[in-house]
């Protein structure tokens, strides 16, 4: 499948949140999911969901983290420097839980991180920490993977503060996500995951190189062609 992302760096927009909104009180959120519930026609009076608004709302906290987290700031003290390793490295099977722009409803699924690191490798925990961040707020897919893979490159760039650029020599992220908002409402395709690449440098340019990830990470079904 042909991700439809373009574009190279993360923006600052994509870096921080909501553009100095003010954001409400704890109060009006949980009015505001009275009235949905209200809406879908039960009582938010009735006993079972007397403390249904304060719970959606402490469970948004929850989903919609990653907008409180700056993700460069996050890896940007967790590099190491190494000098004996240029091979492959890669992070396969982090669990996605991610929530569709459109309908805020999850995306669950898994991303794959491969990278050819120059002399900075981020530790492996620290990237599925990034997954997270971009993850825990409202996404489309193919976005979140061009976040995930755009972030790399700036984050080992900005761990360097000599004038020397060691930016890995190339960085690889799929994606493959089930859609609740396709399983449960609308078409209603059970079964269907959706997979989704970003490929930069030689992931990109080299079909050898790619060729690698894709078999380390047990290449998902429909395939990925990259850009
Ligand atoms: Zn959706």
């Given at each position: 499948?042909?991700?439809?992302?373009?574009?190279?760096?993360?923006?600052?927009?994509?870096?921080?949140?909501?553009?100095?909104?003010?954001?409400?009180?704890?109060?009006?959120?949980?009015?505001?999911?009275?009235?949905?519930?209200?809406?879908?026609?039960?009582?938010?009076?009735?006993?079972?969901?007397?403390?249904?608004?304060?719970?959606?709302?402490?469970?948004?906290?929850?989903?919609?983290?990653?907008?409180?987290?700056?993700?460069?700031?996050?890896?940007?003290?967790?590099?190491?420097?190494?000098?004996?390793?240029?091979?492959m490295i890669v992070l396969r099977?982090?669990?996605?839980?991610?929530?569709?722009?459109?309908?805020?409803?999850?995306?669950?699924?898994?991303?794959h991180i491969g990278?050819?690191?120059?002399?900075?490798?981020?530790?492996?925990?620290?990237?599925?920490?990034?997954?997270?961040?971009?993850?825990?707020?409202?996404?489309?897919?193919?976005?979140?993977?061009?976040?995930?893979?755009?972030?790399?490159?700036?984050?080992?760039?900005?761990?360097?503060?000599?004038?020397?650029?060691?930016?890995?020599?190339?960085?690889?992220?799929?994606?493959?996500?089930?859609?609740?908002?396709?399983?449960?409402?609308?078409?209603?395709?059970?079964?269907?995951?959706?997979?989704?690449?970003?490929?930069?440098?030689?992931?990109?340019?080299?079909?050898?190189?790619?060729?690698?990830f894709?078999?380390m990470i047990?290449?998902?079904?429909?395939?990925?062609?990259?850009?």
């Amino acid at each position: 499948m042909d991700t439809a992302v373009v574009g190279s760096r993360p923006t600052k927009s994509v870096l921080t949140n909501s553009g100095g909104r003010r954001r409400p009180s704890q109060a009006e959120a949980e009015a505001a999911v009275r009235t949905l519930i209200e809406w879908a026609g039960d009582d938010p009076d009735r006993e079972g969901l007397a403390g249904t608004p304060e719970r959606v709302v402490r469970a948004y906290e929850e989903f919609f983290a990653g907008y409180n987290e700056d993700p460069v700031a996050l890896l940007a003290t967790t590099f190491e420097e190494t000098t004996a390793y240029d091979e492959m490295i890669v992070l396969r099977d982090i669990r996605l839980e991610s929530h569709c722009e459109h309908h805020i409803v999850p995306i669950l699924g898994k991303a794959h991180i491969g990278y050819l690191p120059s002399g900075r490798v981020v530790g492996i925990s620290k990237l599925a920490r990034l997954v997270e961040v971009f993850a825990k707020r409202m996404q489309l897919q193919e976005a979140l993977t061009s976040q995930i893979a755009d972030t790399i490159p700036e984050v080992l760039k900005l761990a360097d503060n000599i004038q020397e650029l060691l930016e890995p020599r190339g960085v690889g992220v799929v994606i493959e996500a089930a859609h609740q908002c396709m399983t449960t409402r609308g078409i209603r395709k059970p079964g269907v995951s959706m997979v989704t690449s970003r490929m930069l440098g030689c992931f990109r340019d080299d079909p050898t190189t790619r060729r690698e990830f894709l078999a380390m990470i047990g290449s998902p079904r429909s395939g990925s062609n990259g850009a």
